[in-house]
């Protein structure tokens, strides 16, 4: 069945380009009219056409458009680099019902650079580190049977996160799961050549490796209870 999405037009792909030599106030309030009508209006296309999607495989994830696209304004607060604007428009798709403010998430964003695609816990916060970290080591075999399938591999590579050098406090250095327990992030990521951004093979690109990831984030997920979800922090949302 056709997607409805139909690709971003090649002035949106220029909007993005332009916007990483002109990344100042001045020359982005006179276009946001360009960005708003050749980046975010076929970008709310493209995750409606995901979420129509996801409700046939991953119900749980599906995620308002308005709430899944980040805002194209950084925060700056703390951060050394104070350009005011990200030169990517990305999405993320967060399952919901769980008691925690790190959910697994589908992920993906577009560049003039690259389609980045992924997904997992990123970032959590210090409790949620301690459940997956006190939850893998009698469950690794299960999260590893999916990460160790041929197709997944293929299409988004290992197991990716920043990790201790050694392991944390209280849990077993020889324990066979010790590369898992280190992580501090637990995700999946692949680049796709920006070139797919401009027709209807983005969204095929993308439902294909959602679909592959949807059992990593499953297994994820588990250790957290049901619950009443924590909204995400006003920077994340649209």
Do not use: C
């Amino acid at each position: 069945m056709p997607s409805g999405f139909s690709g971003f037009p090649p002035e949106g792909l220029k909007f993005l380009r332009d916007l990483k030599r002109n990344n100042r106030r001045e020359w982005f309030q006179p276009r946001k009219e360009t960005f708003d009508l050749h980046v975010r209006a076929p970008m709310i296309e493209l995750v409606t056409a995901l979420n129509s999607e996801l409700a046939r495989f991953a119900p749980e994830y599906v995620t308002d458009p308005n709430r899944a696209i980040f805002r194209i304004y950084r925060d700056t607060r703390f951060s050394a680099d104070k350009t005011p604007y990200k030169t990517h428009i990305a999405a993320r798709f967060p399952r919901r019902g769980l008691d925690t403010s790190a959910p697994s998430v589908f992920y993906f964003s577009v560049s003039a650079d690259e389609i980045g695609v992924g997904g997992g816990i990123y970032h959590p916060d210090p409790q949620s580190i301690l459940t997956i970290r006190t939850y893998i080591p009698d469950h690794h075999r299960e999260i590893r049977r999916v990460l160790e399938k041929r197709s997944l591999k293929q299409a988004l590579g290992e197991l990716q996160g920043d990790e201790l050098r050694r392991m944390p406090k209280g849990f077993d250095p020889a324990h066979p799961a010790a590369d898992l327990i280190r992580k501090k992030d637990w995700f999946l990521y692949a680049s796709l050549d920006a070139k797919l951004a401009l027709g209807p093979e983005l969204f095929k690109e993308l439902r294909s490796r959602f679909r592959l990831i949807l059992p990593v984030l499953e297994a994820l997920a588990k250790p957290f209870p049901a619950g009443k979800a924590v909204k995400a922090p006003p920077e994340v949302r649209s």
